[in-house]
């Protein structure tokens, strides 16, 4: 099982990112997909999910309108467009996958990404 993320950098405040997670090693079409984040010092937050077949979504209140979740099942992709982004979102941004079905023990992790919101 992979999660490889990608779309991390350095970016202005007020500009945008869009972060990739590629998926392999398991049914991607039958996982709720989500990203994480963590900055240094604080706990793992989840940012924004997403239903297996793409129909529902959930966002933190602090990236509502200015982020979107989505999904390609055909490429084994989730991304997150980030927009309007700020300071406050600099951290290591980590994709998750889990079974609806087995959510204890089907879980997997990305290695992160790093996004760094700065002028």
């Known amino acids: 099982v992979q999660l490889v993320e990608s779309g991390g950098g350095l970016v202005q405040p007020g500009g945008s990112l869009r972060l990739s997670c590629v998926a392999s090693?398991?049914?991607?079409?039958?996982?709720?997909m989500s990203w994480y984040r963590q900055d240094a010092g604080k706990e793992r937050e989840l940012v924004a999910a997403?239903?297996?077949?793409?129909?529902?979504?959930y966002y933190v209140d602090s990236v509502k309108g200015r982020f979107t979740i989505s999904r390609a099942n055909a490429k084994n992709t989730v991304y997150l467009q980030m927009n309007s982004l700020k300071p406050e979102d600099t951290a290591v941004y980590y994709c998750?996958?889990?079974?609806?079905?087995?959510?204890?023990?089907?879980?997997?992790w990305g290695q992160g990404t790093q996004v760094t919101v700065s002028s």
């Open positions: 090693g398991f049914t991607f079409s039958s996982y709720r």
């Open positions: 997403i239903s297996s077949s793409g129909g529902s979504t």
């Open positions: 998750n996958a889990v079974d609806p079905v087995e959510p204890l023990t089907r879980v997997y």
